[in-house]
C-alpha cells in the first residue's frame, strides 16, 4: 500500500472514535489555577501556581489522559526553559500528575525551569463507545498525545511564561523511548493528519532537548540486539533446545543490521558488527573506571581486569625527608589503607562474557523473544505486542520474524505504525526536526533491553551532528532521574 493511503487508513481510525462528540475549540483555561508549594529534600520550599487540566487537543478521545498540567515557579519568565516530565512507564497510559520532590520534576521547578507533566493514553487504555470498549492509546497514541501537548504549549504561548524555543522532554524507560521519538521526529508531515483529526494546535512540535533514561526503543531490532548480547550467557545456554534455536536465529540477524546503519565511534572509527563487542567493552570500563576514581569498590569477580601496580603516587620531591618505604614497594603509596583491595589503579580489560553472566545474576533475562513474544513458541505476549494491537484489545506481533513464526505477515498498516513508533529512522531525515540535544543514559547493569539500543540511538543522533552525552552510569539498573545534579548542570550548560 501506498504510504499516503496507509496514512489516511490510519487517520481515518482515528476520526471514526473521535466524530463521536463535538468539542469545544482549544483553550488555555487560566481560571483552572492555584498556588502551591513543594518541599525539596533539602528543606528548601519551592513556590508555584499550578494550572491543571489543560486539554492539548480539540477532539477529546479520553478526558481522564488528555490533557497537561503547567507548574510556574515564582521567578520564571519568557526567557525560562521549559521542562516536560512523561511519566509514561511499560508502553502505558499515564496521568497528568504533580511534581514530586524526589525526581527531576521537583528538581526542574526548584531550578526555576517552567514544568509541564502531560497525560497520554497508552496501550491499556480504553474508552467506553456506546456497548463497545475501545482501547484508544494503541501505537503511536501515547506519541501523538506528547506530540500535541507541545503544540499546545507554542499555541498558547502568550498565555504562559517560559520560552518555546527552549522545551527539554525527560522521560524514563517506554517513557524514555518517548522522550527519544518527541525529540527525533519534530514536525515530521507523517504524523500531521493524525495529529490534525486528533484537533491538536497547529503549531511546530519539535523541541530543544531530549533526555532519555533507558530507552526501550527501535523494538522491532530489540529482540535480536537481546540474544546478540546475552546469547552466550549460562543462563541461555541453558534453555532448552528449542529456545536455544530461537536465541540463534535471533542472534544471527544482528550483524547484518548493525552494519547496515553505517555507524561510528565518537572518534570517528567505524562501527561495525565485527568491532562492536570491543566498543560495549571500552564503554563499560570507562563506567566503572569513573566509579573506582570516585572510590567505588569494583569486585574483581565481574570480569574486569587491572593494572599491576597499586594506586600510585609519586613521592614528593623524590621522597627527600620521608620516612622509607615498606618493603616491596618502591614508594609508601599515599592514602592507601591497609586491607583495602589491592587493584590497580586502571581498568585495563573486561571479560564481557563473564561480565554479562554478572548482570544476569542481579535480574534474570526477560524470556526468548524479549520483546516481540506473543505467540513464538507459545510465549505470552509481552507489553510491545499490547502496544501494537488494535482499538478492540488484540496483541500483535511487530516484527516480520515473529509474524512469520505464526505463518503471517505484517499489515502495512501495522507496518506503518511501527515506523512511527522508532526514533532511529527519523534521526537525520530531512523532514524532520530533531532535538539539537541528547542526553542519553543507560545503566551499566539494566537489562531491560540490550546496550546497542542505546549505543546505537547515540551513535545515530552523533552521525547526523546532534549533541549527544551519553554514558552506561556504573551499577545503575533499570531505572531513571538519578544524578540529577550531573543532568541539571548540564541542562544549564546547553540553555545559557
Ligand atoms: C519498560 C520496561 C520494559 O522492560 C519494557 O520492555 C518496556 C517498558 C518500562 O519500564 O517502561
Known sequence: MKRKSILALLGAACMV???AKPQAPLKFDASKSAKSSLTMPDGRIVHYTAYTKQYFVSQVEDSTYQYL???VPEGATEQTPIFVRTYIGGYMESTAGYPQAADASGRALAEGYVLVIPGSRGRRSTVKQGKQTLYTGR???????LKAAIRYLRHFDRELPGDTEKIIIDGTSAGGAMS?????????PAYAPLLK???????RDDVFA?????PITDLEHADMAYEWLYGGTASRQALPEVQRQLTEELAAQYPAYLNSLGLARPDGRALTADNYRDYIKELLIESAQAAKDAGANIADTLGFSFSAEVAFQAPINGGVGQPPAPAGLPFAPRGMRRGAPQQGEYITGLDLEKYLNYVVTTQPLKGVPAFDSYQVDGAEASGENGLFGDARGSDANFTPWAAGKTGAKLSAELLERVRLMNPMGFIGDAQATNAPYWYLRHGARDRDTAFPIVINLAAQLRKHGRAVDFKLPWNRPHSGDYALNELFAWLKAITR
Request: with cysteine.
Open 17 to 19: 472514535s473521535a466524530q
Open 69 to 71: 498540567n503547567v507548574f
Open 139 to 145: 501505537a503511536p497514541k501515547g506519541l501523538l498525545d
Open 180 to 188: 527519544a521519538l518527541v525529540g527525533a521526529t519534530g514536525n515530521h
Open 197 to 203: 483529526a486528533m484537533g491538536a494546535a497547529d503549531e
Open 210 to 214: 531530549s533526555v532519555c533514561f533507558c
